[in-house]
């Protein structure tokens, strides 16, 4: 706690989603938590905090120094991918609650330890999977909730973009990431699919992920240009995953291909209801047969929801103040984003191996 009797908040890399998300989310809710610290391995960006946007001026270029702050409760890991378990797992050790960043861990084995951690800690463990708390999502969540669909017994769901490398950072490097559009991008689809589902236990997955234009020299990259000698993750991915409840789910997931425009969107196939959602536009459609007619609903208005990053950090700020669970605000737990780790392990085995793998 911070003097104010505030929750005090430590941010763990601050980079792009740390100063576009977390330290603005938390900014917007300085009534009930304040950023104490932020600690960074780059100077730059510890300069960047102390500037009068951010004003924090605490920082450490060793987060373990954040980490012993008594006054910091809880922590955003925002560093990237092979660097989210150390980070929460000496968070937890030091007893703070930890929202880190999509995906959760490199693999299973990863994501299994952080939930091993908070649960030894009896500290909260969210994962930044944000596109729920967008209004279309919420939205549909609430038609699921009432019942509108019966069985959801198939989802089909893109995560595909035409020219989209991130060009910072480390997201084109296996050993750092973990994968390519699949890990980055597929997983946020897919988390918000397995949520509008009700979460069933995935058994099996097959999947393909393939490079076909990263490592070459002269593609167009719309999100800047990375550099390809250094490209060692796939451009594309199709996947399709058995649950325990009968129910399937079919992804494909693109940094680059030769399609029409991105699209982030998921179809629910129920026996009440179908959907589709735009989770970039929040384009809600339900398809229903009823008194003998085939109708198509959309929403006359949808309920503002202004940043589902903004939203992700409020609950988390309200289930470290009240001592709540974070799934039951509706935000990703530890298990839930396990799930989606066990999914995205299993695809790229299967396509090491070349046929259907079983989730234990
Ligand atoms: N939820 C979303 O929509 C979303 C969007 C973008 C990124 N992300 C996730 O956020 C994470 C970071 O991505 P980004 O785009 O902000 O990357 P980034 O490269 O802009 O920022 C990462 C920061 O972490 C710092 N860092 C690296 N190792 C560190 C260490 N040991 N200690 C402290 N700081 C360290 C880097 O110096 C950098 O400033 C990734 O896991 C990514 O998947 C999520």
């Known amino acids: 706690m911070t003097r104010d009797g505030k929750i005090g908040i430590g941010i763990i890399g601050f980079g792009g989603i740390a100063q576009a998300a977390h330290a603005p989310g938390y900014r917007k809710v300085a009534d009930q938590c304040e950023i104490v610290a932020v600690a960074d391995i780059d100077p730059t960006r510890l300069e960047e905090a102390k500037s009068e946007k951010w004003g924090i001026t605490q920082t450490f270029e ?5 980490l012993a702050l008594p006054e910091i409760d809880a922590v955003s890991v925002c560093t990237p991918n092979f660097v989210h378990l150390q980070p929460t797992l000496d968070a937890f050790a030091a007893g703070k609650h930890v ?4 995906p959760m861990a490199m693999n299973s084995d990863e994501a299994k330890q952080m939930i091993a951690a908070g649960e030894k ?5 969210q994962i930044g999977y944000n596109l729920r708390f967008g209004s279309g999502p919420q939205s549909l969540k609430r038609a699921v909730a009432a019942g509108q669909f019966g069985e959801i017994y198939h989802a089909r769901a893109q995560a595909i973009r035409r020219r989209g490398v991130p060009s910072w950072g480390v997201f084109t490097q296996k050993d750092k990431q973990g994968g390519g559009p699949l890990i980055d991008i597929g997983v946020h689809i897919t988390d918000m699919t397995l949520w509008l589902m009700g979460h069933p236990k995935p058994i099996a997955a097959s999947g393909t992920a393939v490079t076909k234009f990263g490592t070459k020299e002269g593609v167009l990259g719309q999100m800047g240009q ?14 399709y ?4 409840n009968g ?5 494909e997931s693109s940094f680059i291909a030769n399609i029409a425009k991105e699209e982030f969107s998921t179809h629910l196939f129920g026996t009440g209801a179908g959907a589709y959602l735009n989770a970039s536009t929040n384009q809600v459609t339900l398809y229903r047969e009823e008194f003998g007619t085939l109708t198509d609903t959309t ?5 503002s929801v ?55």
Request: aromatic share 10%.
């Open 99 to 102: 929202l880190c960043e999509k």
């Open 62 to 66: 060793d987060y373990k120094d954040l």
């Open 247 to 251: 129910a399937t789910y079919s992804l």
């Open 226 to 239: 990375w550099d390809p000698k250094i490209y060692t993750v796939e451009d594309f991915a199709t996947a």
């Open 306 to 360: 202004p940043s589902s990053h903004g939203e992700e950090v409020k609950l988390f700020v309200k289930a470290v103040k009240e001592g709540l669970e974070v799934a039951s605000l509706g935000a990703a737990s530890g298990e839930q984003a396990l799930m989606v780790t066990q999914i995205m392990d299993a695809i790229y085995k299967s396509s090491e191996l070349g046929r259907e793998v079983t989730i234990e």
């Open 299 to 303: 929403p006359g208005w949808l309920p």
């Open 121 to 125: 800690a009896g500290k909260q463990l």
């Open 241 to 244: 995953v058995r649950f325990d």
